[in-house]
């Protein structure tokens, strides 16, 4: 008995857990959109941010990954810490939708369904024509496996129900329920999903393992077990990012140890009997349990929601520290965000802006050492070159993690644009470094610029200085008149080289300039205007590469 128990508990648990993740990342590539659209919804509301937390936990049928993607969204500069810790509150009461599913065994034999539903979902997601339908047969999929892996626990635990050890262990959490709350703690902390863990405990009740009062400290104790998840995502992440996990544990510890004390004096079991209609029984103790499960998480939303700001407080002195300013390499191109397409196309589309932004302070503290003299500039310039060279390494490593998605049409035509644009992006923190080196040279060979000639290439500078500010605006915006205004930039750069070319020669004929400086003017001329061509191939990327019409952007 004791094999069948274990392999039955072990394989059942397993196919419970593999159902539950096939649903809930079909689930998340089916509600992609939607979880964008709801994001973009929130506000500074608590309120609201609980209801999103609890759309978002409902769609994708899991409070640990509804967690950690707020986190994420955090570490990304999406959310506030009072935003995220709102959608946290919410992902807890949004994840007793699971309880709710379960209960339904007992109601309805929904272990029968479970083969077909396996071999519909199978059949849809190998057969569908397109990926919306392959995801949906997904869900149904993992929908089989998870009832079936359900099935299979219920029958391996049927025979202990006679087992004198097992009342006395169901004895023991009734009149000890910290001991409960522990174990269902580190049940859940083991297997990494609170779904699972009360999944689980409503099993053990049906086949009559478990008494609804032993039951109760064990869902108390998985609501703490399942803040490791979010505690092990924030590992490595802003210092937001690690106060929102704090925020997630204490909302759960706090709210566990004073209901303990409503479990101890007997009140809570009285007050879940008084909600559901009639005496416990083997076939409504399921039920029993997930209105335990919802009735703890709506009620401690319902006492920390007004408070929010204390509960803010806390997770601050948890965390003590002090945000460091932005440093110059990709800080929003999150992990967690690749499973959102959408969203992570935002992020990149962001990163590449603060990488243009990059650029032109590059550009800009090059021509000023350069008219200025100030060699101390070259650190700053130096700087921002690496800085490049790490954006355009971390843009298109996430970008390539990304085309590893289901992509819709829009993100699939979005990242070669990114890719291209990073590429130029970086090239021209090339040409900041050779203008650098110009303005070194000019100090050091003592050369001297006519106030004519300085006068043009501030003209330049100016120039491409406005068609940055265009070329930032268009990518973040997709904004096609900008990069229009961008490509006139370009037109005027182009004559602009024409012109001085021929006024620069009428200078060395003249004897105005010394051949030196003249060697001088026209390296940073060209070096400009090969700025100008990078900024090009942007512009013209976002009119042709972001119409989604099928055009290809032309080569600059």
Request: glycine share 8%; with cysteine.
């Amino acid at each position: 008995m004791a094999k069948d128990l274990i392999f039955g508990l072990v394989g059942g648990l397993g196919l419970f857990l593999f159902g539950m993740k096939i649903m809930s990342e079909a689930l998340r590539k089916v509600a992609g959109e939607r979880l964008r659209r709801i994001l973009q919804l929130l506000t500074r509301t608590p309120f609201i941010g609980v209801l999103v937390g609890t759309a978002i936990t409902a769609l994708i049928q899991s409070s640990s990954g509804a967690t950690v993607m707020t986190v994420g969204f955090v570490n990304a500069g999406l959310l506030t810490l009072r935003q995220a810790i709102s959608v946290v509150m919410g992902a807890n009461i949004g994840t007793t939708t699971t309880a709710w599913l379960v209960s339904f065994l007992a109601i309805f034999k929904i272990s029968t369904y479970a083969l077909p539903a396996i071999g519909v979902g199978f059949l849809l997601s190998l057969l569908g024509r397109t990926r919306n339908v392959k995801s949906w047969g997904q869900v149904i999929l993992g929908f089989g496996l998870l009832f079936l892996g359900l099935a299979i626990m219920k029958e391996a635990f049927a025979p202990l129900g006679a087992s004198e050890g097992v009342k006395h262990l169901m004895l023991k959490f009734a009149q000890y329920p910290l001991l409960g709350v522990l174990v269902g703690c580190v049940v859940t902390m083991l297997l990494q999903s609170s779904s699972a863990t009360i999944a689980t405990i409503q099993v053990l009740a049906f086949n009559g393992l478990l008494s609804f009062e032993s039951a109760i400290p064990l869902i108390l104790g998985d609501n703490i077990g399942t803040t490791i998840t979010a505690e092990i995502a924030s590992v490595g992440t802003n210092l937001a990012a690690r106060r929102t996990a704090r925020a997630h544990t204490m909302f759960n510890v706090i709210g566990v140890a004073y209901m303990l004390i409503f479990v101890y004096t007997n009140l809570y079991p009285k007050v879940i009997r008084a909600i559901v209609p009639g005496a416990v029984t083997k076939n409504n103790i399921m039920v029993h349990i997930a209105m335990a499960h919802s009735v703890f998480n709506i009620f401690n939303t319902l006492v920390f929601l007004p408070g929010i700001s204390i509960l803010e407080k806390v997770a601050r002195r948890l965390t003590p520290g002090k945000e460091r300013e932005l440093i110059l390499a990709p800080n929003l191109l999150e992990k967690h965000l690749l499973d959102t397409p959408p969203l992570a196309i935002d992020q990149t589309v962001k990163e590449t802006v603060r990488m243009c932004e990059t650029a032109r302070d590059a550009i800009g503290k090059a021509a000023q050492a350069f008219f200025g003299g100030n060699m101390r500039l070259k650190s700053d310039v130096t700087a921002n070159e690496e800085a490049l060279d790490r954006f355009q390494h971390d843009i298109t490593q996430y970008l390539v993690d990304l085309s590893q998605r289901n992509l819709g049409k829009e993100q699939s035509e979005k990242l070669p644009v990114l890719l291209h644009s990073v590429n130029d992006l970086e090239r021209v923190g090339d040409h900041a470094e050779n203008l650098m080196e110009l303005a070194q040279r000019k100090k050091e060979q003592k050369l001297r610029i006519s106030p004519h000639a300085t006068a043009e290439l501030k003209r330049m500078v100016a120039r491409v200085d406005e068609m940055m500010v265009y070329v930032g605006s268009a990518l973040s915006n997709y904004d096609s008149e900008d990069a229009k205004r961008a490509l006139k930039c370009e037109d005027d750069l182009n004559r602009m080289q024409i012109e001085f070319r021929a006024s620069h020669i009428e200078r060395l004929s003249n004897g105005i300039c010394m051949p030196l400086s003249g060697i001088l003017f026209l390296d940073f001329v060209d070096n400009v205007e090969k700025v100008g061509d990078h900024l090009t191939n942007i512009a013209q990327s976002v009119m042709y590469g972001f119409r989604w019409d099928g055009v290809q952007p032309q080569a600059g």
